[in-house]
């Protein structure tokens, strides 16, 4: 026999290429499983009771109170109608401005072939219906005050959406050579004209619109009601709601709404998790029962091997 | 050469018959014969891009990823980037194409030295040396000593005496001694007189081409006359010219129509059957992948009709709702193509690779003594390895070690060789500790015969006249040539290794054959040199099955000594010999029982006027015209009567180390071994037993053996009726439903009992015609074992082709010989043994290693782990794609079937990549379901890859089912979770954005449970994989979501912080929780119960260790107890042949001048061997082992001339 040092050809005696490495080898016994899905399935209720409950609270109108638009039957979530808008204009870049990317068509150019900016299809769909909220006290109108800021994710606010540099400290001068989306009645750096910041690609109604939805019913915030007397939440109360009806939705077969709600830790109203959670913990611990009992009746005998 | 190698196609109509001129070219090329250059390559220069390719492409896989590469750049339906898959498409191409072009330089580089091997040509008249390739049907060329035979050739005339050449035949049908060649006289007589055989111009009319390695037909045509040719007259390509300082010879077949060439089986591109059963489920994928499309190309439709166009405000479309249907159906190709993804086939081949390094990694299957490590030399074929149903071995050099030594025997009643213990009486085991026989006061003892039990030599020394008698029967009576180069240093060259064990027991034991004229034999009995005059020797055969000498001592006594079969010799003893009878019985069952090899040895004193008036006789007879044979025989039977038993020898046909082992764990595994050897039947049905094949407990052993096909037919009619009485003619063959081109597939039959079948080459040959191949693969697969003698290598591969045709079942062929080659090719996977001389087998082969047992580790471990790693790779890859890819099928029922993602395009593009490839691969590189231990314990853990358990048509549709569910789980649940709600601050939650952020995550989330689920041994590196995968998930996703990468390109990055908004919600986080827990508690529960209930073997050996906290199980080295009362027929594994030699009417004297050089010795351990199993001669090309060069046997050392007188 030759030794180590002379055979040349041996392999290495290590754990990897032995295939000896040490590892955790974990075996769906009994011991782990019954226990295990009791666990879960008492975890699971426990949570489920948590989130129901949380669910059920957000019934009341207490403050603060969120207004909302829903459409439904409107398909934001169609691809081409999603891949419809260019991010170099919309993040301020002068230079998509003159030439629109591709994506946009048919909404690059409007008839004179002029630039469309914000192009593309979402940009010209947004969405321009207004409301006023009333609250009829002795008959009287009383007017809800709304908050339109901070409805659009911060990040979109601050990081992905930009106007252009202002020229001649006009907003207006920055779109000059532009043309307004076709079916927008003002151009963007006119979209509110109460507020000049909240102009151009930065308009928070905007930026909510342009979050496109990912199903064809959807909600977008439409305004927060944390002012005044309402800021504790709409008190009981008759209330009238004015709305400028600009948009469209009948020749689509959609539908409109109003949604006003308040929100919980877990967001706004959907009953589901609870109920899902309630659900499988449940049968989580039926189904450790049944385990048990199946273990119990053919437990196989360690011999049979 | 052609240009595409066409030639094989454009073939000639078959040729009838083969007209040859010598020395005549121009006659010769008429026929447009081929020439002796081979080619085993596949491309040149030119056709390689083109052909490579176009084989490439070939693959489904391939054109398929093609086809979607085209469809990517059509901006119309192009619903993802194209670089996604160009970039591993062309990295998989050239990989393959490299690995194929380095294949085939190597071709093209040991064809190009075979065809440049330098042979002498004699060109009109003169003798010129001239490469292999430019040889031509109808030259004559001029072999010298120790060359490789160039082609087919009629031998001519030689160097030796009687025109006879020897040559080696090792490489074509793997026998180890030397044959006899003979031409014709007329041939013979021109010599080495190059003018005459310059100018001969005999014609040869002989058989077209073909493989039959043992017989040929034709004439010569010389003078006018007409002389018969056959075998004995023609030299083949591949055997090796010994002993023979020059030949003549005449080519018949060159090249590619040499019986060599024939013989070699096509080389074949071998697939393993998961890659057979994939290529059915990528169709079957591709069926689903167009039927998912079908359904939303007219989903598009619909809605186009009845909602899209309404929607027309808001984006204009499409008008035509059947060309939108139409597009949507392409783009829906691209986004769903994920089902076959393309990283399926490179983590096959990686995986494949990796475990292959864990074979030649592997130090348990390393052999120290000749350092070999075992060897993957093909790295595609792994998971074959765990779904072996049948082995076929080759017997010498692979089951046995080919060496002989003389272990035990019984001489006068008492038996001799085993070692007991001094004061108990126990018997010992005999290992390396025990202390030898010392033969040191013999100084002609050969130092490396072993022998243990030192009452033989005391005997000897004691001088018993058994004993000497004993010894000397085993030092007269054989065919052995003995060689003294120097004074005292003896070299016996033997036509068997059997005899040769038993001449070098003599001569240790003190009675040492010294040499031998053809009229006398010279022995040194103890020291004191005697010669005997041998009188006739009455050589064995077959049927006589026992071979005599009759001998005159110095002393003048004529005596006859006879050695043979048990049963031959007892018919033949005088009857005063009952008593010892019955004792040597006893001894012969407790060798037979061991394994060993028996010989029974007898003796009779002749009275010297019968032996004169015999020998009359004799001669009359061996003259005689007329049924010379059967005169001869009777001669032989009538003086070999009355003999008196001396004893009887056992010898041990040297297994390699734990072959019976091996055999018994895989027979465990159920894995059926079928022996097909080039030996003779008694041979190889005593390896049978010896190792373990055939046992003595199994109901019956069939031999077959018949000479006509009736009778084979009957003989397997009979068996089969004898195992299974009832069985209906027709009922086992099944129709093969699948890819219509097998025709039928022959079932597997139960059968009560064990049974055996022995079958011989003649019978095999018949029962392979295609009219009785399916009666004879019915009945051998009934046996648990089966054992196939004297087939020729195409045999070997026939009856390989034969089971992988009809049976489902995978092939595995082991062998270390060029006789080998055909059967190893032909098997689904072709293992060689390696650390010998010849390397043709492992040159061919699939994976390498030295000893047969290392087949069990091989089979049993790495098979097994190789074939469960691909198993669950493949169901998980399965599982984790379609599971990514149905969820896109249910969104397009919520966004108008528009072909919209549901994810990101950057996670798209990682997924595969990054996400979830390393997870999978660790599992496939590291799992065990148990260690090799106890997958060694359990053999039975085998039997489910036999059976395709883990990976199947059903298994798959398991994965889709899975999937399904799973998807629907991890879309429905998120949009459940989503719908109408918002953020906790009551901003945007169920965007786009953020519900592809969710889906993600739920995804991600579930399969690494589910492959947590899956994986059932958790190495460091897995955990590192799993982990660092999700870690990566989250961190990429951040990483993509940031302003910095938006800033760069914003339509790429999108998705700019949907990651912060999005995952910072608790509600998120109880949805991604509730999603994999709904996938993945099912999967437990049904998991648990099916253990619980019909727990798998897996199951009960994995519970099992569980409970045994210590996971070792000890290495087991039972001794095996054999108990047999089979004996072997004859032990001589030798034909007819020499016998002839030494006493024809041919005198022989030694040569005037004595070529010596000095002699390697053969020997390698204890035991005789008498020339290795030598050296290769490759078709390929390749000198094996240059060095060696075997010497003139002892028999050339005389020269014969003819002398009638007797």
Redesign the interface.
């Known amino acids: 026999?030759?030794n180590e040092g002379e055979?040349?050809?041996?392999?290495?005696?290590t754990a990897f290429?032995?295939?000896?490495?040490?590892?955790?080898?974990?075996?769906?016994?009994?011991g782990i499983?019954i226990p295990?899905?009791l666990i879960?399935g008492l975890a699971?209720i426990g949570?489920g009771i948590g989130?129901f409950l949380t669910s059920q609270t957000i019934q009341v109108l207490e403050g603060?109170v969120?207004f909302?638009y829903?459409l439904s039957?409107?398909?934001?979530?169609?691809?081409?109608?999603?891949v419809?808008t260019?991010?170099?204009q919309?993040?301020g870049d002068t230079q998509y401005f003159k030439s629109p990317?591709d994506?946009c068509s048919?909404y690059s150019y409007d008839s004179q072939n002029k630039p469309i900016v914000p192009c593309g299809?979402i940009a010209?769909?947004f969405f321009n219906d207004t409301f006023e909220l009333y609250q009829i006290i002795n008959g009287t109108k009383k007017l809800v005050p709304l908050d339109g800021k901070?409805?659009?994710?911060?990040?979109?606010y601050n990081?992905?959406y930009r106007n252009p540099t202002l020229v001649n400290g006009s907003l207006a001068n920055a779109f000059d050579g532009t043309s307004k989306p076709l079916n927008w009645p003002r151009p963007a750096y006119e979209l509110d004209l109460t507020d000049q910041n909240n102009n151009g690609f930065l308009n928070q109604d905007f930026l909510?619109w342009m979050?496109?939805?990912?199903?064809?019913?959807?909600?977008?915030?439409y305004r927060?009601i944390t002012e005044g007397d309402y800021a504790a939440g709409l008190p009981a109360g008759n209330y009238s709601l004015t709305v400028h009806y600009n948009y469209?939705v009948l020749?689509?077969?959609g539908q409109k709404k109003i949604i006003f709600?308040?929100?919980?830790?877990?967001?706004?109203?959907?009953d589901?998790?609870g109920i899902?959670?309630l659900v499988?913990g449940s049968l989580?611990v039926v189904?450790s029962v049944v385990?048990l009992i199946?273990?119990a009746k053919?437990?196989?005998s360690?011999d049979?091997? | 050469m052609s240009f595409f190698g066409l030639d094989c196609v454009r073939k000639k109509e078959r040729e009838v018959e083969r007209k040859i001129r010598a020395n005549d070219r121009e006659y010769n090329s008429t026929f447009k014969y081929a020439t002796n250059s081979i080619k085993t390559s596949k491309y040149n220069p030119f056709t390689f891009l083109p052909l490579n390719l176009f084989e490439q492409f070939q693959r489904i896989a391939n054109a398929y990823f093609l086809i979607l590469l085209i469809l990517q750049v059509i901006p119309a339906i192009s619903s993802l980037s194209w670089f996604t898959t160009v970039v591993p498409l062309v990295l998989v191409l050239s990989v393959t194409a490299a690995k194929d072009a380095i294949d085939d330089i190597n071709r093209h580089r040991s064809d190009r030295k075979v065809n440049n091997r330098k042979v002498n040509i004699l060109i009109n008249g003169k003798l010129t040396s001239d490469k292999w390739m430019n040889v031509q049907v109808g030259d004559i060329i001029k072999l010298e000593n120790n060359q490789f035979v160039t082609a087919d050739l009629l031998l001519l005339s030689s160097s030796e005496p009687l025109n006879l050449v020897y040559i080696e035949t090792a490489e074509l049908d793997g026998e180890t001694n030397l044959k006899v060649k003979q031409s014709l006289t007329v041939t013979g007589d021109m010599g080495e007189d190059l003018g005459a055989l310059g100018s001969f111009n005999g014609e040869v009319c002989c058989e077209p081409p073909n493989n039959r390695l043992d017989r040929f037909t034709g004439t010569l045509t010389f003078d006018t006359q007409k002389h018969s040719l056959d075998n004995e007259r023609v030299l083949l390509r591949g055997c090796t010219l010994r002993n023979t300082d020059w030949c003549f010879g005449l080519v018949l077949f060159a090249g590619p129509e040499t019986k060599l060439m024939q013989n070699c089986g096509k080389s074949t591109f071998k697939r393993t059957s998961i890659d057979r059963l994939m290529n059915v489920l990528v169709l079957f994928i591709f069926g689903l992948l167009a039927l998912m499309c079908i359904i939303l190309a007219v989903g598009n439709g619909i809605w186009e009709n009845q909602t899209g166009s309404e929607f027309n405000n808001f984006l204009p479309r499409e008008e035509n709702t059947a060309f939108s249907a139409f597009l949507t159906f392409w783009s829906y190709i691209i986004i769903l193509n994920t089902v076959v993804p393309i990283s399926l086939y490179v983590s096959m081949e990686v995986i494949r690779l990796g475990n292959s390094y864990y074979i030649n990694w592997d130090r348990n299957m390393y052999h120290a003594r000749s350092d070999t490590p075992a060897e993957a030399r093909t790295t595609t074929l792994n998971e074959e390895l765990g779904q072996i149903k049948y082995v076929f071995s080759d017997k010498t050099g692979t089951l046995t070690q080919n060496i002989m030594t003389f272990n035990k025997c019984s001489i006068n009643g008492k038996s001799y060789g085993d070692v007991y213990q001094q004061y108990s009486g126990e018997r010992l085991e005999i290992t390396e500790e025990t202390t030898p026989v010392d033969f040191s006061f013999n100084p002609l003892a050969d130092p490396k015969f072993l022998f243990y039990d030192h009452s033989l030599i005391e005997a000897v020394k004691l001088e018993l006249p058994d004993v000497q008698a004993f010894f000397r029967l085993l030092a007269l009576c054989h065919t052995v040539m003995a060689e003294e180069k120097k004074e005292g240093h003896l070299v016996y060259q033997a036509q068997s290794p059997d005899e040769g064990a038993l001449v070098t027991a003599a001569r240790n034991f003190g009675f040492v054959f010294r040499s031998r004229s053809p009229e006398t034999i010279t022995i040194e009995e103890m020291g004191m040199q005697r010669s005997y005059e041998l009188l006739a020797i009455l050589d064995f055969n077959n049927v006589r099955k026992r071979m005599s000498v009759i001998v005159r001592s110095p002393e003048g006594k004529l005596s006859l000594y006879c050695k043979g079969a048990d049963t031959i010799i007892y018919e033949r003893l005088h009857p005063s010999c009952r008593k010892l009878m019955e004792a040597t019985t006893d001894h012969l069952n407790e060798f037979a029982g061991e394994g060993l090899r028996t010989l029974v040895l007898a003796y009779k004193n002749i009275d010297e006027d019968y032996f004169s008036e015999w020998k009359q006789r004799h001669h009359e007879s061996s003259v005689a015209l007329e049924d010379r044979e059967e005169k001869l025989d009777e001669l032989y039977e009538e003086i070999e009567k009355n003999m008196m038993l001396i004893g009887a020898t056992a010898i041990e046909d040297k297994l390699q180390d734990g072959v019976a082992l091996t055999i018994e764990q895989l027979a465990k595994a159920e894995i059926k071994i079928w022996v097909l050897t080039g030996d003779k039947q008694e041979t190889a049905e005593n390896i049978g037993y010896s190792c373990n094949l055939l046992r003595e407990e199994m109901n019956d052993v069939f031999t077959v053996a018949a000479h006509s096909p009736e009778e084979v037919r009957q003989e397997l009619r009979d068996a089969r009726l004898k195992m299974k009485p009832s069985t209906e003619p027709n009922k086992f063959l099944v129709p093969e439903v699948i890819l219509g081109n097998t025709p039928k597939l022959v079932q597997d039959e139960s059968v009560e009992g064990e049974y055996g079948l022995v079958i011989n080459g003649h019978s095999l040959a018949f029962a392979l015609e295609s009219g009785m191949e399916l009666e004879f693969l019915r009945t051998a697969c009934m046996c648990k074992t089966v054992i196939c003698c004297r087939v020729t290598p195409l045999q070997k591969a026939q009856v390989v082709e034969l089971v992988k045709k009809y049976k489902k079942a995978v092939t595995l062929a082991i062998g270390d010989g060029a006789n080998d080659v055909s059967m190893i090719k032909a098997a689904h996977i072709g293992v060689g043994i390696s650390g010998q001389e010849g390397m043709q087998a492992v040159l061919s082969s699939d994976f390498s290693f030295a000893q047969f047992r290392f087949l069990q580790r091989l089979l049993l471990v790495h098979g097994r782990w190789s074939y469960l790693r691909m198993c669950k790779f493949l169901r998980y890859f399965f599982y984790k794609n379609f599971t990514f890819t149905f969820v896109h099928f249910w969104y397009a029922f919520f966004c108008g079937f528009s072909a919209q993602t549901v994810y990101d395009e950057g996670f798209i593009t990682l997924y595969n990549l990054v996400y979830t490839a390393l997870p999978v691969l660790g599992m496939s590189l590291f799992d065990q379901d148990v260690n090799a231990g106890w997958s060694l314990e359990f053999p039975q853990l085998y039997v489910p890859g036999q059976l395709s358990q883990y990976f199947s048509k059903r298994a798959f549709m398991m994965c889709v089912l899975h999937s399904c569910y799973s998807s629907l789980m991890i879309f429905f649940v998120p949009y459940a979770a989503t719908y109408d709600t918002a953020r906790a601050d009551g901003t945007e939650g169920a965007d786009y954005q953020s519900f592809a952020l969710i889906t993600q995550t739920c995804l991600t989330v579930t399969v690494c449970v589910q492959l947590g689920l899956d994986l059932s041994y958790w190495t460091v590196v897995n955990h590192l994989f799993v982990w660092g995968s999700l870690g990566m998930f989250f961190i990429l996703t951040f990483t993509m979501y940031t302003d910095g990468l938006f800033r760069i390109r914003p339509s790429s990055f999108a998705f700019v912080g949907t990651a912060r908004n999005c995952l910072n919600q608790p509600n998120v986080w109880l949805t991604v929780a509730l999603t994999a827990l709904l996938c993945v508690l099912p999967v437990v529960a049904h998991r648990f119960f099916s253990c619980q209930i019909a727990p798998t073997i897996n199951d009960k050996v994995r519970n099992k260790m569980r409970e045994m906290k210590e996971p070792a199980p000890r290495p087991r080295h039972p001794r095996l107890t054999r108990r047999s009362t089979r004996r072997s027929g004859y032990a001589f594994s030798h034909a007819q042949g020499y016998g002839d030699l030494v006493t024809s009417r041919r005198f022989l004297r030694r040569p005037a001048t004595s070529r010596s050089t000095a002699f390697n010795s053969a020997g390698r351990s204890p035991g005789f061997k008498p020339t290795g199993r030598s050296a290769g001669y490759s078709p390929v090309g390749r000198e094996q082992n240059p060095k060696q060069k075997v010497e003139p046997t002892s028999l050339q050392k005389f020269r014969t001339v003819i002398d009638s007188s007797f």
């Open positions: 026999m030759k055979s040349s050809e041996r392999p290495d005696n290429t032995q295939q000896r490495l040490p590892a955790w080898q974990p075996i769906l016994s009994a499983v295990g899905f879960i699971f949570i989130l603060p969120f909302y829903g039957n409107y398909y934001q979530n169609f691809r081409k109608y999603g419809s260019d991010y170099y919309l993040s990317q994506s048919p299809a010209n769909s901070g409805i659009a994710w911060w990040t979109d990081i992905k909510v979050r496109r939805a990912a199903l064809p019913q959807f909600r977008k915030l927060r469209q020749n689509f077969d709600s308040n929100v919980s830790w877990m967001g706004g109203k959907n589901f998790l899902a959670y499988v989580c189904m385990m199946v273990y053919f437990k196989f360690e049979d091997v």
